[in-house]
């Protein structure tokens, strides 16, 4: 009797954890393959700054972001923030044309996004495609800008996400250092 366990052991234990409940293994394999392609496009291939352009003013530690409807990306607005947050930079989003008198230095940007197929997906979704920052005193006078544009060939970095993309630009937005 215990002959027939150790052998039935001993063939089903290189098997443990590698198992697929499945009825059809290989769409099981199609389905991680995307899961992995999806991740590894999502955080690929960095973005960067570009035409940076800062003044050398002391370090703002507080801007007002004037909220840019033609700039339709929903995420657009929470990531800047929550960059601007990571370099030490505390903001509040206003309407166009509110809050001047509350607020010493203004963050303006301008959005265009692409819509396509994602790999690996069926719908369309939209991406950031190129950004514009720029920060201004309220008397309008320019401290720094700074830019991100997709790659030419919209490679893999096209399906990165919109912090990612950003990220790059404000920190060169703040700094002064294009990374």
Known sequence: MRAPLVLILTVLA????CSVLSPIPA???VKGAGTATSTA???SAPAKASNTVHHGDAPVREV???FN???PLEDFVPALQAELKGQGVESRVYEAG???QQCGVWLRYVATIEWGVPPMASNYRANLSAASLSLHRADGTLLSSSSYVADENFGLARWAGTRNKIAPVVKALVTGFQS
């Open 41 to 43: 496009l999502a955080t």
């Open 98 to 100: 509110t809050g001047l």
């Open 27 to 29: 769409w099981e394999l």
């Open 64 to 66: 007002c972001i004037e």
């Open 14 to 17: 290189p098997l443990a954890g």
């Open 69 to 71: 409807r033609n700039a």
